[in-house]
C-alpha cells in the first residue's frame, strides 16, 4: 500500500470524528505488516478524560482482531469541516501505544496536510526514549 493511499484512509476517518467541543477532527489509517488497514477516528466525550484518539481507535480496532504487528500509520488532523493546514503529529499517550506494539526504528509515521503534502517520520524520533516492553524484561 502507498503511502497515498494510507493518507486518503485517514482523511476518510477524519470524516467519522465526533469532535462536538473541540471541533479538533482526526483520522488515522494503520497499516499492517500484511497489508492490512484499520481506521480510526477521534471521539470526543463531554468529560474529557474518556475521549480517545484517531490513533488509538485504530489500534484497538487491530488489536482486538488480532493484529499485533505494524507497519505505518498516517495521521490527518485540523477543524472539522476544513482540509488540514497543519501537520497533526499524535499525542504521547498514542505514541507509548504506538511503542508498545512496533518497532521503534522501522515503524512510519506519517503526518499529512493531502495526499501530495506529508512528512514520514520512524517513531524513534516522535519518541526517542520510549518506555515498552523491552524495559520490563532482564
Given at each position: 500500500?502507498?503511502?497515498?493511499?494510507?493518507?486518503?484512509?485517514?482523511?476518510?476517518?477524519?470524516?467519522?470524528?465526533?469532535?462536538?467541543?473541540?471541533?479538533?477532527?482526526?483520522?488515522?489509517?494503520?497499516?499492517?505488516?500484511?497489508?492490512?488497514?484499520?481506521?480510526?477516528?477521534?471521539i470526543?466525550?463531554?468529560?474529557?478524560?474518556?475521549?480517545?484518539?484517531?490513533?488509538?481507535?485504530a489500534?484497538?480496532?487491530?488489536?482486538?482482531?488480532?493484529?499485533?504487528?505494524?507497519?505505518?500509520?498516517?495521521?490527518?488532523?485540523?477543524?472539522?469541516?476544513e482540509?488540514?493546514?497543519?501537520?497533526?503529529?499524535?499525542?504521547?499517550?498514542?505514541?507509548?501505544?504506538?511503542?508498545?506494539?512496533?518497532?521503534?526504528?522501522?515503524?512510519?509515521?506519517?503526518?499529512?496536510?493531502?495526499?501530495?503534502?506529508?512528512?514520514?517520520?520512524?517513531?524513534?524520533?516522535?519518541?526517542?526514549?520510549?518506555?515498552?516492553?523491552?524495559?520490563?524484561?532482564?
Amino acid at each position: 500500500m502507498s503511502e497515498r493511499e494510507l493518507i486518503r484512509e485517514a482523511l476518510r476517518m477524519r470524516e467519522k470524528s465526533y469532535v462536538p467541543y473541540s471541533g479538533f477532527a482526526v483520522g488515522a489509517g494503520l497499516l499492517t505488516k500484511d497489508g492490512k488497514v484499520y481506521g480510526g477516528c477521534n471521539i470526543e466525550n463531554a468529560a474529557y478524560t474518556p475521549t480517545n484518539c484517531a490513533e488509538r481507535t485504530a489500534f484497538f480496532k487491530a488489536v482486538s482482531e488480532g493484529e499485533r504487528e505494524f507497519s505505518a500509520i498516517a495521521i490527518a488532523g485540523g477543524r472539522a469541516g476544513e482540509a488540514p493546514s497543519d501537520y497533526c503529529a499524535p499525542c504521547g499517550v498514542c505514541r507509548q501505544v504506538m511503542a508498545e506494539f512496533c518497532d521503534a526504528d522501522s515503524f512510519q509515521v506519517i503526518l499529512a496536510k493531502s495526499e501530495d503534502e506529508y512528512k514520514v517520520y520512524t517513531l524513534r524520533e516522535l519518541f526517542p526514549f520510549g518506555f515498552g516492553p523491552e524495559n520490563l524484561m532482564e
